[in-house]
Structure formats: C-alpha cells, structure tokens
C-alpha cells in the first residue's frame, strides 16, 4: 500500500512530478494491500509460460523454419506440446503458485519494495545484469550437482525427457527441481533488492531466456546472439542431446562458466566435427557437380 492519499501528496514526497508510469501504478496499488500486489507474481510467471512459447509452437507447425532446427530429426505433433503444456501447468499450481504465496515473508525480509517511487532506468538495468549474472553462476553449480548419479536419477532425469527439448518443455522438472533452481533466480534480488516491478521484469526475462533455449531453433536473426557469452538455444539443446551421461553446457545463460571449468570440451568437439562434417558433405557435392559435365 502506498502511504500518500493522493497523486499530489505523492509528488509532494518525491519533490517531484509523478512519471506517467508512476501514475498508473499509484491509481493500480494505492488501495492495494503490498501482498495482494506481490500475489501478480503469479499472474505474470502464468502468461510467461502459457504465451512465451506460442510463437515456436506456431512455427512448428509450418516446414519452412525446419531449416533452423537443431535436431531436425524430431518432430512433436501439437498434442505432444499440448501434453507437456498440461504438465507444466499442473506443477505450476502445485509448486510455483504455493511457492510464490508463501515466499511473500521472505521478499519483505529481503526489501522487494512495492510502492514510490518505481525504479529508474538505470537501477532496472543494473540490477537485470547483477540478477543474471548471479543467477547463471549458481545455477551452474545446482545444475551440475543434479547430474551426480543419485541427482539425476531421483530427480533431474524429469527434466532430460525431452532429449529435443521444446519451449513448453523449459520449466518442465520435478518439483524438487523448481524448488531448487528457485534459490538461484531468487538470490539476485535478495542480494540486491530493487522494487517488485523489477522483480516481475526479471522474472520474465529469465523465463523468456530458459524457452528460447529450449526451443529447439536456432535463428540467425535471434537478438540475444549480440549478448556477450551468451549460450543460446544450439548450446543448451546440446546437454539435452547428450542427456544423462552429459557433463557439459551446465550453464543457464552464459558460457564463461562451462569455459572456465572445462565442462565444455564435449560440446566443442561436436562443433568441431559437424564443421568437418558439412564441409566434406559441401566438397563431395562440389565434386559431384564436377563430374556431371565430364
Ligand atoms: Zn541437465
Ligand atoms: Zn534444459
């Protein structure tokens, strides 16, 4: 709830004029309470995972983009995305949605603020890099201890299922899985807390991230390509690929991590050799050609 009864009580506080987006959120959550306001986080993590992963599954159903896909190979009809989409939907009540309503006490504990003012350019920008960055690092390592045996049997083989994964397929784990890489997307803004319009872009991005690189398309007009160390849809479809024994690309967002600790010698291997493979594939063809005019 905000403390100010009105818009000019409001600018009063700030010495300053209301922005238009400060406005509308005064209108929205000034006779909210901050957990009615907190319980959107819901709403927001529900449209992500129902609309997010529309455009693929739209894209799929038409041959031209198989050109772009990464194992070109595996088709999924619209049930099969439509069942893993009821799946993901019925962990999303189960443990998301409870995991949100009793993690309220912890993000006041923690400062998220909801109120006035809301955050500048540039502490949303600053703190959407810190949140990343620590994000992809502890992610790192949660992930690559669920690939110790008993991990991976007891719980992250739900999440290797789909050895060529889909969108819909991004937050599809078990429950222990989505309680335990939630620690990492929270620890950013426990770490450096920012307002909770911020933590809702976060939150957004990070799952809009984890569905491009599960989508199993690889675009060469794809933006986050500009990103620096960024892993991409080709570089996490290669730990699906290689599945349970797979000791490489642990990372969630960057690449440095699995650089840094060699757990992506295999991957580059694999680059290697299909770079080999379709250059001799480009020559036979060449060669081929030659000889029809022989
Ligand atoms: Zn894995
Ligand atoms: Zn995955």
Redesign the pocket.
């Known amino acids: 709830m905000i403390p100010y009864p009105t818009v000019e009580e409001a600018s009063v506080a700030l010495g300053r004029n209301l922005t238009w987006f400060e406005t509308v959120w005064f209108d929205y959550t000034a006779t909210r309470s901050d957990f009615y306001v907190y319980c959107h986080t819901i709403l927001v993590l529900f449209l992500v995972f129902s609309l997010a992963p529309l455009p693929f599954v739209i894209v799929g159903m038409s041959d031209w983009f198989d050109r772009f896909k990464i194992q070109p190979k595996i088709k999924y009809s619209l049930s099969d995305m439509f069942r893993c989409y009821k799946d993901v939907m019925k962990l999303f009540l189960l443990v998301v949605g409870t995991l949100q309503l009793v993690s309220y006490p912890s993000t006041k504990i923690a400062g998220i603020r909801s109120g006035l003012p809301l955050p500048s350019l540039m502490e949303l920008v600053s703190q959407l890099v810190v949140y990343f960055l620590i994000e992809d690092y502890t992610n790192y390592w949660f ?1 690559r201890l ?2 110790c045996k008993w991990g ?1 049997e007891k719980i ?1 083989r739900v ?2 299922e789909h050895t060529s994964p889909i969108g819909y397929a991004s937050p599809y784990a078990h429950w222990a899985e989505i309680l335990i890489l939630g620690i990492p997307t929270f620890l950013g803004p426990a770490i450096a807390p920012g307002h909770i319009t911020t933590f809702w872009l976060w939150i957004t991005l990070r799952q809009m991230e984890a569905i491009e690189t599960h989508s199993g398309y690889d675009f060469p007009w794809t933006m986050t390509k500009w990103i620096p160390f960024y892993g991409g849809a080709e570089y996490h479809d290669y ?2 690929y290689v599945g ?1 024994q ?1 000791q490489s690309n ?1 990372a969630s967002v960057f690449t440095y991590c699995d650089y840094l600790y060699g757990t992506d010698k295999g991957y580059r291997i694999h680059k290697k050799l299909l770079h080999q493979q379709i250059k001799e594939e480009g020559e036979a063809k060449e060669k081929k050609g030659g000889t029809k005019y022989d």
Request: charged letters at 0%.
């Open positions: 992930h669920l690939h991976y992250h999440h290797h730990h699906h349970g797979s642990f």
